[in-house]
């Protein structure tokens, strides 16, 4: 029979922790299923922290900007064109203004407020950090959101039968997050679960809506700021987009 002695089991125990310790370092999306939702504004973060949810992970935090640089648990960081967040954050946050006095006052208002809290910086940031995976809203909204779901259950081994995949998809889609947001009357208010607000679907979530809400002011502005990030970004080529619908 295999014999050893208590010292030996103790170094085996050991030995077995910090590997898991190790593990849980470098592959931190397995420690019971942890995941971070960050990213930008109106680019699809609060869609995806409903779809983790239903898939029963442990969402940690929802935020904008970029996980804790302490943290090194899976991270998804959603973005989106610069220039549809603005448009978006505009007409949520800065209504009043973007009525009174037109959608260029309120898009500005939001661009200071991009700038400020340095969404420009964070992206390039997050993307230096191991285990983020940079969420374009192009690709994962807007009619993909299938996508999204089965990435994020294949990520974490989780099996979706195609009923339980459609449930979460009913109650995670624009049309649903809409009515929920029509119980409140200002984006001040919103709904603890599932993180939505007053106010918080604007333009049925549909891109490019930029270019109807720009004034050739708004775009040299926006060119000035983000005119790099756009191309960065592959929304754009070069510098010389305009707001003429294409």
């Given at each position: 029979?295999?014999?050893?002695s ?13 590997k ?7 592959f931190?999306r ?106 374009r ?17 294949d ?6 039968t195609?009923g339980?995949r459609?449930e ?9 997050n ?8 200002s ?5 603890e ?9 604007s ?24 005119g ?19």
């Amino acid at each position: 029979a295999l014999s050893c002695s208590n010292q030996e089991l103790l170094d085996v125990l050991f030995r077995g922790i910090r590997k898991a310790m190790a593990f849980r370092r470098w592959f931190p999306r397995y420690d019971q299923r942890g995941i971070f939702i960050a990213g930008w504004p109106a680019s699809g973060s609060t869609f995806m922290y409903q779809v983790a949810m239903e898939l029963g992970l442990n969402v940690h935090r929802k935020k904008h900007g970029n996980r804790p640089r302490e943290s090194a648990d899976f991270t998804v960081f959603a973005f989106r064109d610069p220039r549809d967040v603005l448009c978006s954050h505009a007409r949520r946050k800065h209504r009043d203004t973007w009525d009174s006095d037109g959608p260029h006052a309120a898009v500005m208002l939001s661009l200071q407020q991009f700038l400020r809290t340095r969404y420009r910086e964070v992206i390039y940031e997050s993307a230096a950090m191991q285990n983020v995976f940079l969420a374009r809203y192009e690709l994962f909204c807007q009619g993909n959101e299938a996508f999204f779901v089965d990435f994020l259950a294949d990520n974490f081994l989780i099996p979706l039968t195609p009923g339980r995949r459609s449930e979460i998809l009913r109650n995670t889609s624009i049309d649903s997050n809409a009515r929920r947001a029509q119980q409140f009357d200002s984006f001040k208010q919103h709904d603890e679960k599932t993180q939505i607000h007053g106010n918080h679907v604007s333009n049925k979530g549909r891109s490019g809506a930029w270019r109807q809400a720009f004034t050739p002011v708004t775009v040299d502005r926006v060119k000035e700021e983000l005119g790099a990030l756009l191309i960065d970004l592959g929304y754009e080529r070069n510098l010389s987009w305009s707001c003429t619908p294409e």
